[in-house]
């Protein structure tokens, strides 16, 4: 239910003589641009690029899948899709897509005419975009790209058992990609902490800053690893170091060095979403926030037992203390739980209505739902033991990096779509759009939890006529297939809703909004702000356009009046 309302007396609205935000038209000026707000579209348009090019190889696998036998691809061009898929569904488009969200949001949210350091901005913008076109660039040599899985174990990482060019421009990349993400962090982290505007004190921050003032700091924590990982890597390639031979150690070394990275990349792609959808459940619910300083507790644990558990993925190695980690991973699920209990509880006897961000935002709660529970049975080694490298693992990823990022992405573009471009989205269309990625999602996944406790194992092109996997397989593929087609509505949505959704002359288009960017014009001008209200709670746009409403309280809800056009 959308509201549009006149602005509220003392609303400091563009003058007359103020020029719109002038619009980045060609391509010298994205080149060049420092502007949070460009470079944020290109991360965005970069990272839903690379996803839906990961998509296709997804198609082509499931397509593989349907039936036993193989069909059309062969085991090692298999396996170079599904390298290639991981690596950039985890590092060229969850990642670049939260730093999307984030450049364009938080100078918004606290207040800041632009990030702290705008050319570095740019730079790091570049240098994922140089790295991920050189990981698939993989696939313009001759033997083909990396086809080691996005984990590249050793030994199949070696010179050895992947011999070709591309293997090392998958290394190259991901180094370079990485760098980029390293100085965005930074970046993050000093506009977060620096630029925050007269009485936005860090209690006072939106949810989304906090959740990426953490996400920013794990970056820091997790990413150079990694980086001394893959120079030692490219080093044992290409110069014979032998930092990883299996006979020395090196295949277990390996594994610790990149599941230190490994787990908190999860928590790294996973916690902007935490904060999108903590920022649109309040909206749609007419209720402040329920436990705001429960929830920043909540990421701040979350962030600090991330990178306490990596081992957990090596239980089946026999070389970690599997008490230890068992704890470990069971404990996480207590801030988990406390987020959990913070959303129902914003929800609880308010006053609910159903947009397109509200039905994507529950459509997580479910799904993410679905992945934590079988996270927690993953925590415990003997049921780990029994799944490991099956369908059931690939089932539990999907149900948790998709479920937190996918389903909130979508939730944050309907939801912020109106402040970027000062135009609605559909909300038929959206609907559409929810309905067939939610069904199509559950397909596709669910089932496999199933072709795992059967036996299945992940990563194999082909599977026996006798084996009875051909069913669940069949389903799962119609899933896939469902959940790709998806992807249209949403794009015409997109691209029609920009050219001609309906037009919005106000702040704040959703009536009920919170956070410090609903309190400027949509979309912002240059700098972000003409002037900025009185900042007395975490609630600052709410405060300027509800002061009756300011203490506090659910809003009862109305009638919704047409949108001007």
Known sequence: MTLVHEPPVGHAGPPADEAPPKAVNSLL??????????????????????????????????AELARPGLQFLSNEQYNQLFTIHGTLMLLMFATPLAFAFANYLIPLQ???????????????????????????????????AAAFGWFAYAPLNSAT???????????????????????????????????????????????????????????????????????????DRRFGAHVFDAANGGAILWQHLFWFFGHPEVYIIALPFFGIITEVLPVFSRKPLFGYKGLVFATIGIGALSISVWAHH???????????FAFLSFLIAVPTGVKFFNWIGTMWRGSL??????LFALGFLVTFLFGGLTGVLLASPPIDFHVSDSYFVV?????????????????????????????????????????????????????????GIKGMPRRYADYGPDDGFTTLNTFSTAGAFLLALSTLPFMYNLWHSYKKGRIVKVDDPWGFSN???WATSCPPPRHNFLSLPRIRSERPAFDLHHPAYATGGAIEQRATPELSS
């Open 395 to 451: 089932a539990h990823f999907h149900y948790v990096v998709f479920g937190s990022v996918v389903f909130a992405a979508y939730s944050g573009v309907y939801f912020w779509f109106p402040k970027v471009t000062g135009r609605l989205m559909n909300e038929r269309i959206g609907k559409i759009h929810f309905w067939t990625l939610f069904f199509g999602f559950h397909m596709t996944f669910l089932v496999q939890h199933w072709l």
């Open 29 to 62: 000026g994205y080149l060049r641009t420092t502007s949070h707000k460009d470079i944020a579209l290109m991360y965005f348009l970069t990272s839903f690029a690379f996803f839906a090019f990961a998509g296709i190889l997804a198609m082509f696998m499931r």
């Open 515 to 517: 956070s410090l960017e």
């Open 110 to 144: 606290i207040g800041s005419p632009d990030v702290a350091f705008p050319r570095l901005n740019a730079l790091s913008y570049w240098l994922f975009l140089f790295g991920s076109l050189t990981v698939v660039a993989g696939f313009l040599t001759p033997d083909g």
């Open 314 to 324: 090596m239980f089946v190695t026999g070389a970690v203390l599997l008490p230890f």
């Open 161 to 235: 058992y992947s011999p070709g060019v591309g293997g090392d421009l998958w290394v190259l990349g991901l180094a370079t990609s990485g760098m980029g993400t390293i100085l965005g962090g930074v970046n993050m982290i000093t506009t977060i902490l620096c630029l925050r505007a007269p009485g936005m004190t860090m209690f006072r921050m939106p949810i989304f800053c906090w959740n990426f003032l953490v996400t920013s700091i794990l970056v820091l924590v997790a990413f150079p690893p990694l980086a001394a990982a893959l120079f030692a890597l490219e080093a």
């Open 353 to 358: 209505t159903f947009e397109t961000p509200m």
